[in-house]
């Protein structure tokens, strides 16, 4: 876990960084396929993801998804084992990143044909299913172990 702000920003960045892009290439593989501009589509969305990820996380989903975990869900077993700590917070962050990145999605898309409610609960289904796995196999190990470097 990251001890200070500038730890704290280097771990955000890694981990909005890689995210954001998987659930970019994702997102706009679901929307169109991988047709010939599917690179262009990709990278042209991944800024603005990016900085809002980035600015949520740090201000809003981050220390909301640590306050609720460790004062309902982390108890002193979990305490004893850290990587149980570190899972928690991570799921934490997956379901309300996803959950606000979703309705920026559908924001962004203009998607607000038929039921909204609906159209919100489908999106961040399919995001879910991808984000959590991602981020607790792949992303989470990654950034960890940056982290992990860099504080030695």
């Given at each position: 876990?990251?001890?200070?702000l500038?730890e704290e920003?280097?771990?955000t960045?890694?981990?909005?960084?890689?995210?954001?892009?998987?659930?970019?290439?994702?997102?706009?593989?679901?929307?169109?396929?991988?047709?010939?501009?599917?690179?262009?589509?990709?990278?042209a969305?991944?800024?603005?993801?990016?900085?809002?990820?980035v600015?949520?996380?740090?201000?809003?989903?981050?220390?909301?998804?640590?306050?609720?975990?460790?004062?309902?869900i982390?108890?002193?077993?979990?305490?004893?084992?850290?990587?149980l700590?570190?899972?928690?917070?991570?799921?934490?962050?997956?379901?309300?990143?996803?959950s606000?990145?979703?309705?920026?999605?559908?924001?962004?898309?203009?998607?607000?044909?038929g039921n909204?409610?609906i159209?919100?609960?489908?999106?961040?289904?399919?995001?879910?299913?991808?984000?959590?796995?991602?981020?607790?196999?792949?992303?989470g190990?990654?950034?960890?172990?940056?982290?992990?470097?860099?504080?030695?």
């Amino acid at each position: 876990m990251p001890r200070n702000l500038k730890e704290e920003l280097l771990f955000t960045a890694m981990m909005a960084g890689l995210m954001v892009f998987g659930m970019v290439a994702y997102n706009v593989a679901l929307a169109q396929g991988f047709a010939g501009t599917y690179a262009v589509d990709v990278l042209a969305e991944y800024p603005g993801g990016l900085a809002v990820a980035v600015i949520l996380d740090l201000l809003f989903v981050g220390p909301i998804a640590k306050k609720l975990a460790f004062r309902y869900i982390i108890n002193d077993y979990m305490k004893r084992h850290t990587f149980l700590i570190g899972i928690t917070i991570s799921v934490m962050m997956v379901l309300g990143m996803v959950s606000c990145m979703s309705l920026f999605g559908l924001i962004m898309a203009h998607n607000f044909a038929g039921n909204i409610w609906i159209n919100y609960l489908h999106t961040w289904g399919f995001n879910v299913i991808v984000a959590l796995p991602l981020q607790l196999a792949i992303v989470g190990p990654i950034a960890r172990t940056v982290l992990r470097k860099v504080q030695k």
